[in-house]
Structure formats: C-alpha cells, structure tokens
C-alpha cells in the first residue's frame, strides 16, 4: 500500500481511537499496533503533529512509579476532524466498493 | 538502555533546528515510553521495535513536520552556502544602518526620525531569519517594527500618541490571525473579540468622552464565546440573560443615575451560567472554590467602593486582573509563573501611567516587559 495513503489511514485510527478514551503514547502506539499492520515508530511523529495542530490536547498525570504521565486528550477541532475524515472515507470507500463490485464500468 | 538511547536522540536533535524546550519535550516522551514499555517487560529490541531507533525516530519526526508548511520545525539550518549569504546581510546591517543615518544626517538634517534606520538591522534578521521558514510568522515577527514605527509617525508628525498606541493591537491580533487555519470560526471569533472590544471602547471613549456605557461593548467577549455551546437552549438562555443584565443596567443609569447598582444587573448572567454549567469552571467545585471566593471578594470590592465614592469605576477594574494571576500563581510551573503574570502586570502598569499620568505616549513601553521577562528567564 502506498506509504502516504497509509498514514492518511492511521491518522484518522488515531483520531478514532482517542475518541472514547484519553490515552498515553505507549498506549496508542499498543492499541494501534494490535489492530493494523503499522510502523510502530511513525506513531509517536504524528500523535505530537496532531498535538501541534490543536487535535490533541495534553495533560500530566502523577505516577506512583515514576515521573508524571502524559496523557492525549482530543479537542473539539479534533473531533471535527475526525467527522471531517470519516465522511471522506465513507465516501471514498463507497466509491471503491462500487467499482471494485463492477458497478463503475456502468 | 533508557539512558543511551535518550542521550544519543538528544544528540541527533541538537543537529537540528529545533527550539530547546521542544527537544525537551520529545526526550521526556520517549523516556516516558521507554519506562511504560519496561514496565510491561518489553525486552530492549522489542522495544526500540516499537518507538524506533533515535535516528528512525528524528527522520521521522522530521518527515511528518515537513508535510504541512505551517509546522515545519524541524529541519536542519545554519551551515548551507544560502545561510551564510544571508548571515552576512545581517551581520553588515548595523554598518550599513550607521552609514546611512549619517548620511540623513550630515546631509538633510534629518537626524531624527532618521535613528529610525536602525530598527531595520531587527527587521533584516527577522525577514532573513523567519520569512526563510514560515512567511506567516516571519509577518508576526516583523509586527512590533511595523508597530512602533507607525506609532512614532503618528506621534511625531499629528501628535497622535493617543489613540495611537492602539497599533500595537495588530500584534496579537496578528498572532491569533496566525492560529486561524487550526482554528474554529467562533474560536477565532471569540480570540479576536477583546481587541475589537478595546479598540472600539478606546476610539469611542476618546471621542466621544462615553466611558460607560461603551465599556459593555467587552460583554461581546462572553457573549460570542457563548456560541460555541453545542445546545441551542443554552445559547438563547444565556444570551437573553446578557440583553437584559445590559438592558436592566441602562435603564438604571439612564433613568434613575444608578449606574453602581446597575451592575448587580450582571449577576443575572453570571448565575445563569452557574446553574445551567456542567463542567464548565463557572461550576463551584473543591478545586476552584478558592478561586470563586477571590472573585466574589473582588466583585464585592469593585462595586461596594465603586457606589459609596463614585469615582473608581474606571480604574479599579485593575483588580480583577489579580484573579487570573493567582490562578497562575496557584496552577502553573513556579519557574514561569512570573512569565505567565506579566502581561498582567504590563497591563496594570500601562494603565496605571495613563490613566492617572496621562503617560499613554510612553506607558505602551510596559508590554515590552513581557518579551523582556520570557527573555531573561529563559536565558
């Protein structure tokens, strides 16, 4: 699969899955990993871009082990987003599927 | 393991040109990976698996920054033949300033405003400098130049020291207009409320000698933030609230001379929003009781000392500055708090000055302890 598409996908799994739940980065990184075949090191890069773009937003928590946690949080721009690319991809992989199904040739 | 690995990526990052506090962060995130990863005993292979080897991880921090024009901050600078070109035009900058206004000088007598020549070895190094990165941030940088040269036209040629000062609004307007792609609308909207708030009551106070009531033109502040509230009811309950605290507060002034007691007016909003808040801070809670209690002292102090001597509405307001600034004071990291409190205190002096020495023309000069104060500490 084409490198860019791909992180196109796991920008929105990211968005997606955060937002449920606030997340620390090695839990995203967990999650991710479990459910899609992903360079687990490009995680880290585009969770702190996300940050810089105001879709997450950051939070230290006390650990009883060790230094404080920091924990994501996504925005309201970030749910947005995340709106803004489902529709796209609903749309896209409606496309996909009509064609793919032989329905494009008509 | 954890200490090589952030000690090697520490030294890959000092390649580029990345602000310290940033290198900072990214080090304190990986260490903090590194820890959850040994605490689920993650052998160091699987490890450096996941989070990726400190040069994977900058070229990819590096390509993922590069993607989007506005957040390239990471990329190597300083050591290409363009840098060094541009290097020199900023270094001969002061000599080329000094001929110059000499030259106005000796030669037209123009010795002022000709000093104004050296603002540009600033400007060179910023246009070089920030232009060369991000054009929009080269503008904001640019911004305080642009402002004080327009004030001082103003002022030396019209005597327009005041309102002119109101130029250097264009520098956190600028900085917020620089925000806008990643913002929302009414965000936005709402972020850009308090200087159309105060450039209005500014223009109109000067003018028009209309203080009050036009002060209620800052209530836009709540009034468009309140539009970002998702239910509708909430927003037509809260607005309503608004227009007839104002209604009820002018119609005291105007009819019965109370403007003091008008402003009681105002607790109709303020309890419409505590009662109809979930999680907003208007919500009293253990955490923010201290904080509730120091505005209903201030807002006691305000008004009871505003009705019985009648004459300091307009600068006591000054004392809800301290509000926010013991909040900062009780909440942000001691070593920037007094970074944090400055634009408070810049305020409170800058208003101070003009309004009881009528400095307006030189009080601005507070706001520059801002930039001076962040300067210093982080020095």
């Not at chain 1, 990211?14 to 090695?26: A, N, P, Q, S, Y």
């Not at chain 2, 933030?225 to 105007?254: D, H, N, P, Q, R």
């Not at chain 2, 955490?287 to 019985?308: C, P, Q, R």
Request: charged residues 20%; glycine residues 8%.
């Amino acid at each position: 699969m084409n490198a860019q598409f791909k992180k196109g996908i796991i920008e929105i799994c990211v968005l997606k899955i955060m937002e449920k739940e606030d997340l620390c980065g090695f839990d995203v990184i967990e999650k991710l990993s479990q459910e899609v075949p992903v360079n687990e090191n490009t995680i880290y890069p585009l969770l702190r871009r996300l940050t810089l773009q105001g879709y997450f937003e950051t939070y230290k928590v006390p650990s009883p082990v060790g230094a404080p946690k920091k924990y994501y949080k996504i925005t309201e721009l970030g749910f947005e987003k995340l709106e803004e690319y489902l529709s796209e991809w609903k749309q896209f992989i409606k496309g996909v599927f009509k064609i793919l199904e032989g329905d494009g040739s008509q | 393991m954890k200490e090589k690995y952030l000690e090697e990526l520490k030294k890959l990052l000092a390649e580029y040109d990345i602000k310290q506090d940033e290198i900072d962060d990214i080090l304190a995130d990986y260490g903090e990976m590194i820890e959850d990863a040994l605490g689920k005993n993650m052998s160091d292979e699987q490890i450096i698996k996941m989070i990726g080897s400190p040069k994977q991880v900058v070229n990819d921090l590096s390509e993922e920054f590069e993607k989007d024009e506005e957040f390239i901050y990471i990329h190597r600078g300083g050591h290409g033949k363009h840098a060094n070109k541009d290097n020199k035009i900023v270094a001969l900058m002061p000599f080329i300033s000094v001929i110059i206004f000499f030259i106005l000088g000796f030669g037209f007598e123009l010795w002022h405003p000709g000093w104004l020549v050296f603002l540009s070895i600033p400007m060179v190094a910023i246009m070089v400098n920030a232009f060369e990165k991000n054009s929009l941030n080269g503008i904001l940088a640019l911004s305080p130049f642009v402002a004080v040269i327009i004030f001082l036209i103003l002022g030396f040629a019209w005597d327009f020291w005041h309102p002119g000062w109101l130029i250097f609004l264009i520098i956190p307007v600028l900085g917020i207009l620089s925000g806008y792609k990643t913002m929302k609308f009414l965000s936005f909207l709402t972020s850009i409320s308090p200087f159309i708030a105060a450039l209005t009551f500014v223009l109109v106070g000067t003018y028009t000698g209309l203080w009050n009531p036009i002060w209620l033109i800052f209530l836009i502040i709540p009034m468009i933030g309140i539009l970002t509230e998702k239910k509708l009811w909430k927003v037509l309950l809260l607005e309503f609230s608004f227009l007839v605290a104002i209604t009820v507060y002018l119609l005291a002034g105007y009819l019965e001379s109370q403007w003091g007691l008008g402003l009681f007016a105002f607790l109709i909003p303020v309890g419409v929003s505590i009662l109809t808040s979930d999680d907003s801070f208007l919500v009293i809670t253990n955490k923010n009781k201290d904080v509730w209690l120091l505005f209903l002292f201030v807002l006691a102090v305000y008004i009871g000392l505003g009705v019985l001597t009648g004459e300091t509405w307009g600068y006591l307001w000054m004392i809800f500055l301290g509000i926010p600034v013991y909040a900062i004071l009780k909440h942000a990291p001691k070593e920037n708090a007094i970074v944090a409190i400055m634009p408070f205190l810049a305020t409170v002096i800058f208003f101070s000055l003009g309004y009881f020495f009528s400095f307006w023309a030189f009080s601005w000069l507070a706001f520059l302890l801002i930039p001076m104060v962040a300067i210093i500490k982080n020095a």
